[in-house]
């Protein structure tokens, strides 16, 4: 920090311009005012919001405490109506009539001391009163044409709930809930009847608002009809049955929020209701807008007291002392942000030393392995050039081990992204169905493969092998979270990423998705899921680089891979590979596999190969092929062969070597110097491999098999 401080220091003030100062000024002054009063704006405008968003909560809250409370009241009518039903059994309305003081005694003892109600009566099936908690022996009373009665009869077994009336017995304003009685030939035999207190709901109504005026509870029938209110309406009131709110009741929607104005006290509210339960009941809490209003404005006046002030001393500071004040400011901006750059410099230079250095050991041994395997694989083909000499069944075996050894060194180079890509144009709605036998090969016999893909899914840009190393992998992991069988599914979408949270940039994707039912992983596991060589599995059963190839291999091509599991419920893998657009590029440099044609020698190939062994194996072959090869070990070495006046049909030479020149300098210089020169080019690993493909030469990934090399020599120069 004091070496960044003196370079700050040291670097030269800017230069006073008054006539620029004056501008500066009047910018400054204009932009100290409104800039002021935009942020005013637009804090008020995201206050009020939120301040409705936060009254919306609150009346939900307490549109849940009052349907709990409700439905705790109902259930326990429920529970009384039905004890009663049961103490009754089919008794008739005589039968009940002479023993109406044990009744009137049971019902007392049912109805206990319970505040929430006011009386529980019997009625007859022609209406009359046959026991009621109130009063013994009963009055004669009928209630036959009473609206509760008749729905209580029609509706049985189902509860009815009465509009608000007072009671002639208890004397007391509530609401009943009547349930109908059937013998069991289902005739009518009367009607059970608990009457609830409106004063209980009203009180603990009071009590959640805490008498705020703004707010307001209320229980609802289904129909839109009002059973309790608070704080209740004036009297002769009649709230409109044909609301929005309303109708949400009849449709039964099980909870909502509606902004309405009341057609009785003309006030805008914010409602939220919820239904009670099963029962044909909703409770509603509401806001008055014009208390949310009046809170934010005069929590708006007092901000806006509050930024007048020090907006008022900052323009005339600026008035009076920008000049000066502008200067210091550019200067510290301006050594602010070189500490900055050079803090931000050290810090990504930290952490790419510390993510280079397991990336670096594990590409160079396997660039040196891929050397021994190319050795290995070019003494096969000549080896199969020979038949066998009785041989066969031996080679197969290395030859067999040799591609064991190339997919572990593809999967090393892949995870420190080193693996020279061959990526082309793929359509998954052909290669994932012709990839199945294989994954349902790895996965084995007791778990079921699925594979699910919508139509006309969009082609993506990567390499076929690493992807299919990708989708093996998963099935591999799959295969060992199941170990008493299961089901892995694999589907396949188009998918647009719109501010998503995976840190890909905005567009079309193909979303390959690998789900599993197996034992899924804890969630500090599936942190770490995708490091390399990070894994859970017996030492000895497995590398840890299985998923770290799989994210490779998709940032790779442009995208990334995301992980998902929960214990004991399974583990699915998403794999985002960015959708391949058709455009009019040049033509890959690299060399494809094609079939070995029937051609002539090329003639002399100039080899510029560092490892004796290496070198020796490709030598073979080519001469194979008919060609005579002059082997050179450093890229210094062919330079000054070519430089000497010899010419050569092919050049084919490794990247990496020893010297002042790396293979791809030595293409360079060919394609500088001698641009008719057919240049090819050798590699392990993929540094500087797209500085290679800009030189528009051929490209051979160590270690390649015979036929790519005789594609290579050949086509015409």
């Given amino acids: ?121 019997l009625l007859g099936a022609n209406g009359d009163l046959l026991a009621s908690t109130n009063a013994f022996p009963a009055p004669q009373i009928s209630i036959a044409q009473r609206e ?53 709901f009203s009180r603990f109504y009071q009590e959640l608002t805490n008498g705020d005026d703004s707010l307001s509870l209320a229980l609802y029938r289904q129909d839109g009809n009002l059973l309790v209110r608070y704080p209740a309406w004036p009297p002769g009131a009649k709230p409109s049955t044909h609301s929005a709110f309303t109708a949400a009741l009849r449709d039964k929607q099980l909870f909502g929020h509606i902004r309405l104005k009341s057609t009785v006290d003309g006030k805008e509210r914010l409602l939220a209701f919820r239904r009670v339960g099963d029962y044909p009941l909703y409770v509603m809490s509401a806001y008055d807008t014009a208390a949310i209003a009046a809170a934010w404005w005069q929590h708006f006046l007092l901000i806006l007291t509050l930024t007048a002030v020090p907006c008022l001393a900052i323009w005339l500071l600026v008035l009076y002392s920008l000049r000066q004040l502008e200067g210091e400011r550019r200067a510290w901006e301006r050594w602010q942000g070189e ?194 060589l990070f894994t859970t599995k017996l030492r000895g059963s497995g590398t840890g680089l299985g998923l770290a190839q799989v994210l490779s291999m998709c940032e790779q091509a442009g995208g990334t891979a995301k992980i998902d599991s929960v214990p004991g419920s399974g583990t699915t893998v998403r794999l985002y590979l960015p959708r391949h657009r058709e455009r009019q590029n040049p033509a890959d440099a690299q060399v494809k596999t094609a079939p070995v044609p029937a051609a002539t020698p090329v003639g002399i190939v100039l080899l510029v190969e560092d490892n004796e062994d290496v070198a020796a194996g490709v030598a073979a072959v080519l001469e194979s092929f008919g060609c005579e090869v002059r082997h050179e070990p450093t890229a210094d070495q062919a330079l000054d062969v070519l430089r000497g006046g010899h010419t050569f049909e ?16 030595l293409a360079e210089k060919i394609r500088s110097g001698w641009p008719a020169q057919k240049v090819a080019l050798m590699t392990g690993y993929a540094d500087e491999l797209e500085r290679a493909r800009r030189l528009g030469v051929a490209i051979l990934a160590k270690p390649f098999n015979i036929d790519e090399l005789h594609a290579l020599v050949a086509c015409e120069p």
């Fill in 148 to 200: 509760d009665f008749v729905a209580a009869k029609t509706d049985r077994p189902q509860p009815y709930f009465s509009l608000p009336l007072r009671g002639p017995l208890s004397q007391a304003n509530g609401f009943s809930t009547a349930i109908g009685r059937s013998d069991a030939s289902g005739h009518f035999l009367g009607v059970v009847s608990v009457a609830l207190r409106t004063e209980y």
């Fill in 650 to 665: 092919l050049v084919l030479s490794d990247i990496q070597m020893p010297g002042k020149l790396n293979g791809i300098d």
């Fill in 1 to 121: 920090m004091q070496r960044a401080e003196r370079v700050a220091v040291d670097f030269p003030m800017p230069s006073r311009n008054f006539a620029a100062t004056r501008r500066m000024l009047l910018i400054v002054l204009v932009v100290s005012i409104l800039f002021p009063l935009g942020c005013l704006a637009g804090y008020g405008y995201f206050d009020y919001q939120r301040r409705v968003a936060d009254s919306n909560d609150m009346i939900d809250r307490l549109a849940r405490v009052a349907q709990e409370q409700a439905v705790k009241v109902l259930d326990l009518n429920q529970q009384m109506a039905s004890r009663i039903i049961d103490m009754l059994g089919d008794e008739n309305d005589a039968q009940i009539r002479q023993r109406e003081a044990s009744l009137h005694a049971d019902l007392r003892k049912i109805g206990g001391d319970f505040p929430q109600v006011a009386s529980i009566y």
């Fill in 339 to 532: 500490v900055a750059m050079r803090l931000s410099a050290e810090a990504s230079s930290r952490q790419l030393q510390r993510m280079g250095a397991l990336g670096n050991l594990v590409a160079n041994v396997a660039h040196d392995f891929n050397n021994l395997l190319m050795v290995v694989s070019a003494n096969m083909e000549l080896a199969r050039l020979k038949r066998f000499n009785n041989l066969e069944k031996e080679v197969l075996a290395v030859e067999r081990a040799t591609t064991t050894a190339e997919s572990l060194t593809r999967r090393l180079l892949s995870v420190s992204r080193k693996q020279p890509l061959k990526q082309e144009k793929v359509d998954l709605a052909l290669w994932l169905p012709a990839a199945a036998p294989l994954i349902d090969a790895a996965l084995g016999d007791n778990i079921e493969l699925a594979l699910n893909m919508v139509d006309h899914v969009w082609p993506v840009l990567a390499d076929p092998t690493d992807l299919e190393f990708a989708i093996m992998n998963l099935a591999v992991n799959a295969r060992d979270a199941m170990p008493r069988g299961g089901r892995l599914v694999i589907r396949c979408q188009n998918h647009r990423l719109v501010g998503s949270d995976t840190a890909l940039p905005d567009g079309e994707y193909v979303l390959i998705a690998c789900s599993d039912d197996g034992e899924g992983m804890p969630e500090a596991v599936a942190r770490r899921a995708f490091e390399p």
